[in-house]
Nanobody
Framework: QVQLVESGGGLIQAGGSLRLSCVAS????????MGWFRQAPGKEREFVAG????????AVKESVKGRFTISRDNAKKTVYLQMNSLKPEDTAVYYC?????????????????WGQGTQVTVSS
């Protein structure tokens, strides 16, 4: 069983930056693909970014390309989401997720473990 705990969310003005962290415990972190999702009020949870086991391959939602970067430190069992040039439409609860897959999945149902989420609010 893998437990995931996110941190780093908060209230920030448009144009600012935040770095989200997700620390894993239990299971084998390095064997899991890791992803970040977000869910805005009244909307479905959506894929933001994912990274494969070896940190060599990433997938990023088109609307955040060039602004968001996902990375991982297997020694620290941590995955990060660096978010720059934040916009009000980035406001959401951000969730970390782990998948026992060989490639980066982009759908909610393909992820096996989830964190509790961290709120990101971007003011205009």
């Amino acid at each position: 069983q893998v437990q995931l705990v996110e941190s780093g969310g908060g209230l920030i003005q448009a144009g600012g930056s935040l770095r989200l962290s997700c620390v894993a415990s239990g299971g084998s972190f390095s064997n899991n693909v890791m992803g970040w999702f977000r869910q805005a009020p009244g909307k479905e949870r959506e894929f933001v970014a994912g990274i494969n086991r070896g940190s060599g391959t990433t997938a990023v939602k088109e609307s955040v390309k060039g602004r968001f970067t996902i990375s991982r430190d297997n020694a620290k069992k941590t995955v990060y989401l660096q978010m720059n040039s934040l916009k009000p439409e980035d406001t959401a609860v951000y969730y970390c997720a782990a998948a026992t897959k060989a490639i980066v999945p982009i759908t909610v149902r393909e992820y096996n473990y989830w964190g509790q989420g961290t709120q990101v609010t971007v003011s205009s």
